[in-house]
Every structure is written in C-alpha cells, then in structure tokens.
C-alpha cells in the first residue's frame, strides 16, 4: 500500500479496533487500518454528490457501515471460501469483510453505474486487485453468466426476502450458505425486522465485549 496524508482523523476509526480485536482474535495490522481510512474516506467524498448510501456522517460510517459488515465474520467458515456480495451497494457488506479476512476471494454484484464506478475507484485505491466487481442486477447476471452459477461458498447480502434468498442458492454451490441481515443494534434491542420466507432461518448473536446483538438470516443450499 502507498501511504497518503491523513485519509482519515484516528479518532474516527478508533471505534473499529475492538470489533476487529474480538472478531479476528488480533490486532489490526496498519494496511487493514490504512485501507479503511482510505474507504471512508472515499465514501464521504463520494456521498456529498452521488447519496451512494443513507449513512452520511463519518461516524456513522464506521459504526453503521464498517462495524456492521464487519460482525459478519462470526457467521463465516473460518478457512479460505469465495464469497458473492449480492446488491452491494458502496461494498458492504464483502469489502470490510475482505479487508482483514484476505483468504476471501470476493465478488461484488451491484446493478446501479454510480455504485459501480465508486466500487472500481474503491478496489484501486484500496489495492483489492483481486476483487471482482461486476456490473448487473443479481437475477439477471445469473442468467447471462451461468458459469458463474454453483460456484460460491457464501452468498452475502444486507436485504432479505423470498426472491434473493432464490436468487442467492443459483450462486452457491451444494451445502453454501446465505447469510443477510439487517443493521445492528444495542443489547436488548431486535436489529430488525425480515420476511419470512421458505428455507430460512433467524440466527441472533450476542455480542458480549462490544454491547452488539445481531440477528442473521441464514439459509443453505442442500448438498
């Protein structure tokens, strides 16, 4: 990584060290710091014209954006898997996901230009080189590249419903697993709420040492 002036204040990152403390079991290393201080610092320049997402402050970022992509970890097989990030929007949730978990070979499907063209900034200035980032609506790709069908570990995705729970078992391959949710929330407050839909099943997880529950939806293909 090439290192620039001060992509982001420290104290506006500092709430993501303990998340990635208790979610990896290690500290930081300065390039994941870095790539995420270039990430936000990208995605508020890029907010102030483009409303890539609803989260506008730095802050919010951090703890909405960052933080909660980042609680996906506790759901994901520990060894080396490819993963879909379906409708992705500016990268979330894969992108923080692949930054302190490089064993993750990610693709990023998102259908809106303006999203696509952050995404691509995104990938080279973070130095994702390999990030895939492809340009369709989920449903659609699927049909126009059915190589691609059956071929991930793991589908990810911030919404839920019948249609992308379908949607998503095209991708994976036997036995993969979907895995979606809401945004986070404070103990003894739900995250959110989701559709019912056949094949899926509610998962809420405590997080002790950060103050976080979070509740997944989580559906796997049959082998």
Known sequence: MRRRQS???????????????????????PQETERFARYLQLLVEW????????????EAIVADLFVDSLLFLSALPSDAIAVADLGTGPGIPGVPLRIVRKDISLTLVESKRKRVSFLATLKRELELTDVLVLEARAEELIED???????????????????????????LRPGGLF?????????????????????????????????LERTFVVSRKPS
């Open 145 to 171: 590249r059915p190589e691609i069908g059956g071929t991930f570990d793991v589908v990810v995705a911030r919404a839920v419903g019948s249609s992308m729970i379908r949607i998503a078992m095209s991708y």
């Open 7 to 29: 992509p982001a204040p420290p104290d506006q990152l500092a709430t993501l060290i303990r998340p990635i403390q208790v979610l990896t079991g290690r500290d930081p290393t």
């Open 179 to 211: 895995l979606a949710g809401g945004s986070s929330s404070n103990r003894g407050r739900h995250a959110s709420t989701f559709d019912d839909s056949p094949g899926m099943q509610r998962e809420t997880i405590v997080f002790d040492q950060l103050g």
């Open 47 to 58: 907010n102030r014209t483009h409303r890539l997402t609803g989260v506008r402050s730095a």
